[in-house]
Structure formats: structure tokens, C-alpha cells
């Protein structure tokens, strides 16, 4: 028999397909020990066990069925599946808006590769509006495709060539930007960019989805809508993620680069903006906003462009019992900048002091956030603050973590003059640092409890 028909499979897995002369792509009924199983056969990672067979259910999730409780597969024909999505030209309109549409990778430009069971950033941005043809009725969509690499992969280097890019398209009169980006690590290229792109006269918007455009409940097509309605209709002139805001297809939120953290590793409502309230809500008919204090849209064509970064800059998550170790490692290998996420108002444990004393003494910049995520660092009300700040520790107000380690990165980029640095990364940008967090800006609901409960029922969908 061809191999192909029964590609990626071995051992017992194999024998079962070949005993029935089930092939890969066809549609059956597999019975087992304990109930039935209605599907296509799909081929199998060539890095996973012999033990399973692989089935894309009608829901088009796809499960693995053990061989050895398979007690009959009854073959209904062959459905093989086609996951290419061909580009179409996008129609042009010349009373719609011009969007540019940049592609990174990530989920929302992705499909699963059945050659290796993987998700790949495989969609070329041409792909992707040629799936979602709504698209057209927004705007005229121009794309270019900057990276192909899923989010943990963005550094450094795509940070300044997309900077670099987006500010070039600005300079050519685009009316909008949305980036397509992995969402794991898009708050940091969010946050990178609000302080590498200044004073943009249209919007920026980032976005991705929590799952893969070949599963029914992917969120791609709709937070892609979103995004580019916003880069196409909304006066919101700023750096903003825009994602999912319930966990249904209600609407989604446009949050602030320098605010905004993924917060769920699966939720299709994954981003929130943290100790402050989102920009807007956006859906298919409208553009909401929730406060006025955004940068406006302008009419011109002029950017500030800053792309600098200093790699040797690193965050480090304060643990009880933590060694100085780790600080003197990253001191020996020449690190410039450290970022702290210390507990409570910002604190560390004393055996760290002389590591940090040492950091001092080498000119290293080290700043001080809180684990706790939400609120500010407060080093002058206990003495073991005092005690950090004399060893050159700086509190970094409310800058999440990731937004400090991506500033400091972006302020040693400029310059090694500590004072210098120091004046960088406490002179708010972007939002980043805010004088106070909102009475709303901290909304952490605990479900079982029966007010709780009785309120989220109201809207729970």
C-alpha cells in the first residue's frame, strides 16, 4: 500500500488503520470498547506516538483515539481536506480608506500543519483577507508580510524593523496600521512600539487570536474586523491591542500599548487593560470609546521614529529565598539594565543587597516594579526600601514589569548616562506610568460568591 495513505503513522496505530484499510482523509465511524467516534482520519506528526489515531471531529476539533481499544472502523468515503486559502486581489474603493496591514505571524496568521501536528505561521496576509472578505467593506487593505515567526521569536530586530516599516507607511499618507502579532508576547511589542513610534497622526493597531483560523471557535476573523475597522474609522491616534472583550463575539477592546497584558493562556478574552480602564470598545457597526484623553488622528503625515534597543537588559521575578547568584551572573555578563518585579510595594530579601550594591558600583541601571501587577511601588514607607533606593534601586511608579524591561531596554539604547536614563524611563510617553489608578482600574471578581455569581449571571453568555 501507498504510504502516503497512511502517512505519519506506525506500530500499532498503523496496523489498526491497514486491518480495516482505513486510509488518512477518510470519513468514518470508529468504534471502541466505550462509545463511538464520528470523523476524517488525519495524518499524523511524524514526531508522535505509535498509540493513536488522529480524528477531526464535526465540530473540527481534532482528538486521538487509542488503537487498542478500536474495535471497528466503518468507512462513510473520503473527505480530504484543503487548508490553503488562496489570495484574492482586494477590490479598490477610492472613497474608502487606505489600511496597511502588516504580518508578523502568530495564531492569526496560522493553520495546523499535518505533517507535524503543529500550528504554523503559515497565512500570508494576502490569505488572510482573502478569508474574510468583509474586510472590503471597510477599506482599501494593503499587506506586506514583515515576519513569519510566532511571538516568542519577536526581539529586538522585529521590533526596529517594524517600527522602521510602520513609520514609513505613516510618512506615505496611510489613514491606518494594524499589525498581525503572536498573542504571548504582543503587550511587549505593543508596549516597545508606543515609546519607538511617538506622536502618530493615525492609529496602530496590533492584533492576534487565541486560536488557529482551521478551528470553529477562532477569533480571527472577527478581532481582524475589529482591527482594521479601528485603523480605518477610529480617532484613537495611538498604539492600542485590539481583542476579544467578553469571551463571546459581543465586541472587542481597544486597550493602550503600555497598559495592557495577556492574562488567560487560552481565553479568547485574554488582554486586559491593568489598573486603568481600556481605550474603547469597538464591534462590526460602531466605535465606543470609554474615556476622551487619547491622542487624536491629525491630517498630516509626520512621525517620531526612536528605534533603539539595548539587549543586555533583563527582568527578574523576585522569589522568597532568591540567591544573589542570578544578579551577579547577569553583572559577569554585562548586563546594563535589570528590571525588578519585587513584592508587595517593591522588595526584595537582604541577601540580594550586595549584588545590588554591586550593580551600583558597575553602573548598572536596576528598576524596581510589583509582582502584584496592579498598583505602585512604594519603596519610602518601609525601611528595606529606603535601603534599596540607597543602593541605587529606582521605583518605576506602575510600569508593568514588561513594560519597564522593554523601556529600559529602549532608554539604554539611547544613552549610558544613568541620570539621563533615570529621566527617560519616569517621564511618562505613552501611558505607561499614570498619577493615579481609577476606582475601576482594579476589578478582580471571585466566582462561588453569591453576589458574584447573581451579577455575572445577568450578562454571562
Known sequence: MNNESFKGYKGIALETLKKFDAKIWSDVEIETKETVFTGIILPRSETADEFHIVLKLPTGYNIGIAASKIKDIKINGR???????????FPYDPKKPRVKLFGTGGTIASRLDYRTGAVIPAFSPGELYGSVPELADICNLETEKLYGVFSENMGPEQWIGTAKKVAEEIEKGVQGIVIG???????????????????????????????????PSSDAALNLIHSVKTAAESDIAEIMVCMFGPTSDVYGLLHRGTRVRKMHSSYRSTFRTIGDIPIAMVDREKITPLRN???????????????????????????????????????????????IAGTGLGHVNKPLYPALKKCQENNIAVYMTVQTLWGYVQMYVYDTGRDMMELGVVPAANMLPEVAYVKLGWALGQTNDLEEVKKIMLTPIAGEITEREPSNGYLIYQGGIPEVEEFISKYKK
Open 79 to 89: 473527505k480530504e481536506a484543503h487548508y490553503k486559502i488562496p489570495e484574492k486581489e
Open 293 to 339: 484623553d487619547y491622542k487624536k488622528r491629525r491630517s498630516d503625515k509626520k512621525v517620531i521614529l526612536k528605534p533603539f534597543f539595548e539587549e543586555r537588559v533583563g527582568i527578574v521575578y523576585y522569589y522568597p529565598n532568591m540567591h544573589p547568584d542570578i544578579i551577579y551572573s547577569m553583572i559577569d555578563n554585562g548586563y546594563k539594565g535589570i528590571v
Open 181 to 215: 502579532h503572536g498573542t504571548d508576547t504582543m503587550h511587549h511589542t505593543a508596549a516597545i512600539l508606543s515609546f519607538m513610534i511617538q506622536e502618530s497622526p493615525v492609529p496602530i493597531v496590533m492584533v492576534g487570536s487565541q486560536r488557529s483560523s482551521d478551528r
